[in-house]
């Protein structure tokens, strides 16, 4: 596809690789709003970028179908969803409280899904259209204390490819971006430590690259799946 003039609508486009990617297209031609909870962080960033902000969470139904009126009503039409939103809690699956476990779940799969249903709406109309999951290295291989994030990233997986099944027909491409482990917000969220200057560990724009790659290969074709490694990482 040509990204100049393409709308696209990326979730959780305030930090970290959602961010990248919405900075990426919009370099590429495209208009782009971003979703995000934090609203102070939302403006900010979207202001950063020049991208239009809605202030949403993607959990939660009612914020879906405002964001798809707000994005319609100021483009007119989409043609690209990034499903970017998501976060982790890592911890062993006897320490897995049902609130953490049900919390991953409804922005990594359910929010997900929700939005996915109502641009897959909005692109069999057009008869064309672009969804792109961000997975993670966790969709394809589990991992102790991963039952709620890589169990997660597995669903998404999974609902990729039912969605990839049913939208073809109508010229949908869905494709899924696997990053591995990347320098953003991510970690510290989720307890975890990383160094943040690590100079051999992926940035947001490496993976906001290979979107940007994907997306712009003729219609006529699609990478369904895509994994993004460091080349040598070291600790
Ligand atoms: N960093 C990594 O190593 C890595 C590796 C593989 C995959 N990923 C995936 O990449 C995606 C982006 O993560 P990141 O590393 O960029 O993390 P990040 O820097 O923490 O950014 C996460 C973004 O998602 C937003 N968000 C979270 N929950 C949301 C919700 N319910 N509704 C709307 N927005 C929401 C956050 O904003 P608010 O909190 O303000 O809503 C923020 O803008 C995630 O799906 C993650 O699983 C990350």
Known sequence: MNLKGATALVTGGSNGIGLAIAKTLIDGGCKVAVTGRDEKRLLTAARSIGASPIHADVAKEADVLRTYKEVLQQ???????INNAGFGVIKPLVEMDLASFEKVFATNVTGAMLMAREAAKHFIERKSGNIVNIGSTAAVR??????????SKFALRGMTECWRAELRQYNVRVILVNPSEVLTDFYATAGLPQNKENPTKLRGEDIAHAVRAVLEMDDRGFTIETTVFATNPKE
């Open 75 to 81: 483009f007119g039409h989409l043609d690209i969803l």
């Open 142 to 151: 589990g991992a102790a204390k991963g039952t709620a994030y890589y169990g």
